[in-house]
């Protein structure tokens, strides 16, 4: 039986009159300790999809179990970092991982909340910062402590919903060895949300593709064998990581039906014959380079 199960699971919004279908159909098992990544098109409901994880939103139809019981609304045994940091201004990076230690281990002494509390604040590398408020730390540094907060919870299941897209390539790559570095650690249960496959390949044990939506679906999950601890600047090199970045770029690519329109566009195209330089400058000057303008109808694939 897997730790993690998603049976048949739709959603959507809305009334039913005018009725957004999101989700159609998910399958997932996920087995304990496994780093799974799921890579989808923006829009495509992948928060949707973690919050029906997370057990903030209910399913239509169909099941999330997790160690074989249905989920029954949110609990500390899954931990949700989103992209946006979502940290208390007001408290420093201390005071803001201590309140989650203080609300899970509520029957432990203070002196052992403190330690377990800077223990986590440690593993991110922040114990510098330990007394910064948000407003005074960089993007990476918030959502380290989003990370922090989240593990010091010791969910069985941390749920990461693109928690690195709105940071910087440099601090993004730093944060995706630190996660992980922590994974290892830890051998927590991950579901990674992204839409980079590359990061997707990078970190996870198996990469599951989310189709475009509405109705979308999950995709035959993509296995990556590569060796841990994997590096990133040789990684680039290898044939097998190429094999798999188009592996999983195909199958995003073939599911689902791309919208097609027609587009009409005015070409200037190269003029293949040459100037008449035996004209006066003027003639240049008056009429411009001698090019002709084409107009072309063209049928091209764009994104919803
Ligand atoms: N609470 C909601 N009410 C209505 N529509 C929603 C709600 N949350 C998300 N949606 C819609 O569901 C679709 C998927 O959203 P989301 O799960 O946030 O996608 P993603 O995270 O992949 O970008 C979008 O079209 C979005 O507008
Ligand atoms: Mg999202």
């Keep these: 039986m897997a730790f993690l199960e998603i049976s048949h699971v739709s959603k959507g919004y809305g009334p039913p009159e005018q009725r957004a279908e999101v989700l159609a159909d998910l399958n997932l098992a996920i087995e304990e300790g496994e780093f799974v990544a799921i890579v989808g098109y923006s829009g495509a409901g992948k928060t949707t999809l973690m919050s029906l994880l997370a057990g903030l939103v209910a399913p239509d139809c169909g099941t999330v179990k997790l160690a074989g019981r249905e989920m029954q609304g ?52 922040l114990t510098r910062a330990r007394d910064q408020r948000p407003a005074e730390l960089s993007g ?51 579901v990674l949300v992204t839409n980079d496959p ?7 044990d198996r990469v599951v593709p ?39 770029v195909e199958s995003l690519l073939s599911a689902g039906v791309k919208p097609k329109t027609t587009l009409t566009r005015d070409l200037i195209l190269p003029d293949i014959e040459p100037e008449d330089i035996s004209k006066p400058w003027s003639y240049f000057n008056r009429r411009g380079p001698l090019r002709k303008g084409e107009k072309r109808e063209e049928s091209v694939e764009v994104a919803p």
């Design 74 to 125: 949110p609990g500390p045994d899954r931990g949700l970092v989103f992209q946006n940091y979502s940290l208390l201004p007001w408290l420093t990076v201390f005071e803001n991982v201590k309140l989650a230690v203080d609300q899970v281990f509520a029957d432990r002494p203070e002196a052992e909340r403190i330690a377990h509390t800077e223990k986590f604040i440690g593993m991110v590398n």
């Design 198 to 204: 590359d990061e997707a390949i990078l970190l996870a």
């Design 210 to 248: 989310l189709t475009r939506g509405p109705n979308a679906t999950l995709a035959p999950g993509i296995p990556i064998p590569l060796a841990r601890p994997r590096d990133r600047r040789l990684i680039n090199e290898n044939p097998e990581f190429k094999q798999l970045r188009n592996q999983v």
């Design 140 to 190: 990476g540094m918030r959502q380290r402590v989003s990370v922090a907060r989240t593990l010091a919870m010791r969910p069985k299941v941390l749920l990461l919903d693109e928690p690195l897209s709105a940071l910087d390539a440099l601090t993004r790559a730093t944060l995706q060895d630190e996660i992980a570095r922590i994974w290892q650690e830890s051998r927590t249960t991950v």
